[in-house]
């Protein structure tokens, strides 16, 4: 009998020695494909005759990292290995764009060399804070110092909410300007194949009483014959028509025509309006008048949502107000700012650059906000029902306007896209989480009672926020954060990819090409 039992002993001890022997043997392997990953890497990074050699060492690259990086996650599942995994997988994207090479050579290695050291230094610091947890995680005060960071975010964002919500509230006006104090003004209206929006729009600023109006509709090349039939039959009724010009590889098509309107435009501010936008009869006349009593050169007015377009909840456009209203963004000098309508003087314009300055841009009103913002000449407003200034742009241009402007908000860097998301996820779901899934999870009471506490900060920020821009039901203003920033983090990601690997087009016409210095290799364009 003692001799079955010494066998059997023999027998484990040599299993576990041979598990042991085995483990050690995984874990070396996955440590030298890293290495070696990471080596590579840093040659074609630093070394330039490596680099020229870039499209036969990225895909080595990119099967050790992604073997070396999934290999971490399932050596010992938890949130640490599964954020390694998770980084590894933008280097893998990273590398993917070496391959692709769809950027001029310059751009490209300036680009992708950067991207490789910030996640290089992420996965790092995740490492590092794998050790920190694995000697602290015991102790209870942990979670509750995890939980009070979280709920100090929330209490700062709900903070930053009311103090934009209310600086951003249409003023009541006192009486408007006279004629002769009010200054001679162009509504500038891009238009590229438009129909009845465009007729909607332009016979809603022909009613306009505003004494000292100008108004310029540029057909940007429109393949709808309809468009500039639109636009000239209007000509009785004062608009001028302004015959755009075929798009330059050096330009966004969208940047090249508010140029062209500018050089057009013989009033001292320019309306730019997009075609969904509508005025009441003194809406400019109310808009020039606080402009000018605020002593303002720049505004950008988000508009009153339109009354049959209230009821449904816009995803895409509640979340492009999150990001202009809640976060503290005067403190990083970039103001809230929305093209839908903007109005600016016309010598502020010459003064910052013109649009030659922001050429590529996706954004270009944010460069001229961030120019006058200093000097207390930029103002963002949220039109009022009174105000007359109404908009109700259709879900699918709303997803549209979600891709074309996503990834360039983010200076189209894929750490950004990294950074953005880690931080949304541990400070705007991982309070939910904590909070439902503390009845499971032992991260103590007091954890629980502060992840709570921040939710329900949360939702009162996004709920107000929902409800002054008139996004959506107030119940589901209520429930819809959790979505909407899944919903964003969807986004980010989606709106990458069409940018690095694919095309984003805005009427018709892939933007991908002046935004990302891309060279040929894409689709014809529509004539």
Not at 395 to 417: D, G, I, K
Not at 511 to 524: D, G, N, S, W
């Given at each position: ?13 040599a299993m576990i020695d041979?598990?042991t022997?085995?483990?050690?043997t995984y874990?070396t392997v ?6 070696v990953?990471?080596?590579?890497e840093?040659l ?5 005759p ?13 099967l050790l ?10 050596w010992?599942?938890n949130?640490f290995?599964?954020?390694?995994g998770f980084?590894g997988?933008y280097?893998?994207f990273?590398y993917?764009r070496?391959v ?10 300036l680009a992708?060399?950067?991207t490789?050291?910030?996640l ?6 995740v490492?590092?804070?794998?050790l920190?947890?694995?000697?602290w995680h015991?102790s ?6 995890a939980t009070?960071v979280?709920?100090g ?5 709900l903070a930053s909410?009311l103090?934009?919500?209310?600086r ?6 006192s009486?408007?300007l006279?004629?002769q ?6 509504v ?7 129909t009845e929006?465009?007729?909607?729009c332009?016979q809603?600023?022909?009613a306009?009483?505003?004494p ?5 509709v540029?057909?940007d090349?429109?393949q709808i014959?309809r468009?500039p039939?639109i636009?000239r039959?209007f000509?009785h009724d ?12 050096t330009w966004?098509p969208k940047n090249?025509?508010y140029d ?6 013989s009033g001292?501010y320019?309306?730019f309006a997009?075609?969904?936008v509508?005025?009441?009869?003194d809406s400019?006349?109310q808009?020039?008048?606080?402009l000018i ?13 339109h009354?049959?377009?209230e009821?449904?909840?816009?995803l895409p456009q509640?979340?492009?107000y999150f990001?202009?209203?809640?976060p503290p963004r005067?403190?990083?000098n970039r103001p809230?700012v929305?093209?839908?309508?903007l109005?600016i003087?016309?010598e502020a314009v ?5 649009f030659?300055?922001v050429?590529?841009?996706?954004t270009?009103?944010a460069?001229?906000?961030?120019k006058l913002i200093?000097?207390d000449g930029?103002s963002?407003?949220?039109a009022?029902?009174?105000s007359?200034i ?6 699918r241009e709303?997803l549209?306007?979600?891709?074309r ?10 750490e950004?896209?990294v ?5 949304m996820?541990g400070?705007?779901?991982l309070?939910f989480?904590?909070?439902i899934g503390?009845f499971?999870l032992?991260i103590?009471g007091l954890?629980?009672?502060l992840?709570a506490?921040a ?5 009162a920020?996004y709920?107000?926020?929902t409800t002054a821009?008139r996004?959506?039901?107030?119940w589901?203003g209520?429930v819809?954060l959790?979505?909407?920033v899944m919903y ?8 990458m ?5 694919s ?5 018709g ?8 210095h891309v ?8 004539d």
């Amino acid at each position: 009998m003692c001799q079955v039992y010494d066998a059997a002993c023999k027998k484990s001890i040599a299993m576990i020695d041979h598990g042991t022997e085995c483990y050690s043997t995984y874990m070396t392997v996955i440590l030298w494909a890293f290495g070696v990953a990471v080596a590579l890497e840093l040659l074609m990074e630093w070394v330039r005759p490596v680099w020229r050699l870039r499209k036969w060492l990225a895909p080595v690259c990119m099967l050790l990292t992604a073997f070396a990086s999934g290999g971490i996650a399932l050596w010992r599942p938890n949130v640490f290995s599964v954020l390694i995994g998770f980084i590894g997988l933008y280097r893998v994207f990273n590398y993917l764009r070496l391959v692709e090479a769809r950027m001029h050579e310059r751009y490209l290695y300036l680009a992708t060399r950067r991207t490789g050291l910030v996640l290089l230094g992420l996965q790092a610091a995740v490492g590092a804070g794998w050790l920190a947890w694995e000697r602290w995680h015991e102790s209870g005060s942990v979670w509750t110092l995890a939980t009070l960071v979280m709920l100090g975010a929330a209490a700062a964002l709900l903070a930053s909410t009311l103090r934009s919500l209310n600086r951003t509230a249409w003023p009541q006006i006192s009486g408007h300007l006279s004629d002769q104090e009010l200054p001679t003004v162009s509504v500038a209206i891009p238009a590229r194949n438009e129909t009845e929006d465009l007729e909607q729009c332009l016979q809603s600023v022909i009613a306009s009483d505003y004494p000292k109006l100008e108004i310029l509709v540029l057909d940007d090349c429109s393949q709808i014959k309809r468009t500039p039939e639109i636009i000239r039959s209007f000509a009785h009724d004062g608009v001028r028509f302004v015959q755009g010009d075929e798009p330059s590889d050096t330009w966004l098509p969208k940047n090249q025509a508010y140029d062209k309107l500018v050089r057009e435009a013989s009033g001292e501010y320019i309306v730019f309006a997009g075609v969904d936008v509508r005025f009441g009869r003194d809406s400019l006349r109310q808009l020039m008048t606080l402009l000018i009593r605020k002593n303002k050169v720049m505004a950008s007015i988000l508009p009153w949502r339109h009354e049959q377009a209230e009821r449904r909840f816009a995803l895409p456009q509640a979340m492009r107000y999150f990001w202009e209203l809640m976060p503290p963004r005067r403190l990083f000098n970039r103001p809230p700012v929305l093209s839908t309508c903007l109005v600016i003087k016309k010598e502020a314009v010459t003064h910052a650059g013109g649009f030659v300055a922001v050429a590529r841009s996706i954004t270009p009103e944010a460069f001229f906000a961030r120019k006058l913002i200093a000097t207390d000449g930029y103002s963002f407003m949220r039109a009022s029902l009174a105000s007359g200034i109404e908009s109700s742009k259709a879900s699918r241009e709303q997803l549209e306007t979600a891709v074309r402007t996503r990834y360039p908000q983010l200076h189209r860097r894929p750490e950004n896209v990294v950074l953005l998301s880690l931080l949304m996820t541990g400070a705007l779901l991982l309070p939910f989480v904590l909070a439902i899934g503390g009845f499971w999870l032992p991260i103590g009471g007091l954890a629980q009672a502060l992840a709570a506490l921040a939710c329900a900060l949360l939702i009162a920020a996004y709920w107000l926020m929902t409800t002054a821009t008139r996004t959506g039901s107030r119940w589901f203003g209520l429930v819809g954060l959790p979505l909407g920033v899944m919903y964003d983090i969807g986004m980010q990601h989606y709106s990458m990819w069409q940018y690095e690997f694919s095309t984003v087009e805005w009427k018709g016409r892939n933007v991908c090409i002046p935004a990302m210095h891309v060279i040929p290799h894409l689709p014809k364009l529509n004539d």
